[in-house]
T-cell receptor
């Protein structure tokens, strides 16, 4: 079956612009996570969805970042007024359920803010 | 504060030279500890979940062990295809479902 997919694979934008990053989880997975990974670092937790609701958004760095999952499947991470420091690989993962269920990661979206 | 520290940052081995990677963690009640492998340009790939001290899991040349303060990933007779970054992560019982990752150990295995 298909794994987690993320689009676009690469996104280059200018400082101050708005971007949307999309994640298609594995079918039937109720839990969805967003992470940000900078070069040489491990993934940094951003937000966790259980179904349609954001169960834990404690990792979002500020109010420029927002994520939705309106139908409990596809999720979109939205970044307003992008800054150069937002440049990173944004990873999405899904799992069958919450907690210690195995998280399956997508390939990531590389965001570059010029 | 929950924290994960991995060592060494990088490890260079000859093919067949066994070694271990360390993951030290501080967490307010461990729900689970995870090991992932990440190849360049790809997302992390799940290897193991460990839940309690004394637990061990094996897969091919890899064996993961867990104590109350650290986990080890033992690599027996590695091959060049084992070259990757190995990531350790934890979830705390009281931290919701936030998963905290270490910075990883970059493993290079030379033929």
């Amino acid at each position: 079956g298909a794994g987690v997919s993320q689009t676009p694979s690469n996104k280059v934008t200018e400082k101050g612009k708005y971007v949307e990053l999309r994640c298609d989880p594995i079918s039937g997975h109720t839990a969805l996570y967003w992470y940000r990974q900078s070069l040489g670092q491990g993934p940094e937790f951003l937000i966790y969805f259980q179904g349609t609701g954001a169960a834990d958004d404690s990792g979002l760095p500020n109010d420029r970042f927002f994520a939705v999952r309106p139908e409990g499947s596809v999720s979109t991470l939205k970044i307003q007024r992008t800054e150069r420091g937002d440049s990173a690989v944004y990873l999405c993962a899904s799992s069958l359920g919450p907690g210690t269920d195995t998280q399956y990661f997508g390939p990531g979206t590389r965001l570059t803010v010029l | 504060e929950d924290q994960v520290t991995q060592s060494p940052e990088a490890l260079r081995l000859q093919e067949g030279e066994s070694s271990s990677l360390n993951c030290s963690y501080t967490v307010s009640g461990l729900r689970g500890l995870f090991w992932y492998r990440q190849d360049p340009g790809k997302g992390p790939e799940f290897l193991f979940t460990l839940y309690s001290a004394g637990e061990e899991k094996e897969k091919e040349r890899l064996k993961a062990t867990l104590t109350k303060k650290e986990s080890f990933l033992h690599i027996t007779a590695p091959k060049p295809e084992d070259s990757a970054t190995y990531l350790c992560a934890v979830q705390a019982r009281t931290g919701g479902f936030k998963t905290i990752f270490g910075a990883g150990t970059r493993l290079f295995v030379k033929a």
